[in-house]
C-alpha cells in the first residue's frame, strides 16, 4: 500500500524554524522525485521545492519565495525527504504537502500538514 506520511506542521511564530518529514512507503523511493507543495488560505496550491531522483543526482529546485530560506533534502536509506524551514514568514502559512513522482507520472500526494506562522 503507497504512503507519503508527512510531520512536523505546527504553530511557529515568525522568525522561527520547523523541519517537516515525509516517510514513504509502497514504492522503489530511490525511483521517484519528490517534492514539497503548499497551500494557503484562498490560494491555489504551488510547489515549494523538489529534488530529483538518484538517477539523476538529485538536483534541487526552490520555488523564488522560498529561496535562501528553506533546504529539502532526502534520505534514500529511510524513505524520507525533509523540508528545513527557516526564517518563517506569515505568508508561509499553509498545508504542506508532500508528493512523488516517477518518469512516467505516476504520482502520489500525502495529507498534509498544517504550518502556521503568526506572533
Known amino acids: 500500500q503507497v504512503q507519503l506520511v508527512e510531520s512536523g506542521g505546527g504553530l511557529v511564530q515568525p522568525g522561527g524554524s520547523l523541519r517537516l518529514s515525509c516517510t514513504a512507503a509502497g514504492f522503489t523511493f530511490t525511483s521517484y522525485v519528490m517534492s514539497w507543495y503548499r497551500q494557503g488560505p484562498g490560494k491555489e496550491r504551488e510547489l515549494v521545492a523538489s529534488i530529483s531522483n538518484i538517477n539523476t543526482g538529485g538536483s534541487i529546485n526552490y520555488a523564488d519565495a522560498v529561496k535562501g530560506r528553506f533546504t529539502i533534502s532526502r534520505d534514500n536509506g529511510k524513505n524520507t525527504v525533509y523540508l528545513q524551514m527557516n526564517s518563517l514568514k506569515a505568508e508561509d502559512t499553509a498545508v504542506y504537502y508532500c508528493?512523488?513522482?516517477?518518469?512516467?507520472?505516476?504520482?502520489?500526494w500525502g495529507q498534509g500538514t498544517q504550518v502556521t506562522v503568526s506572533s
Open positions: 508528493h512523488a513522482r516517477n518518469v512516467f507520472w505516476v504520482q502520489y
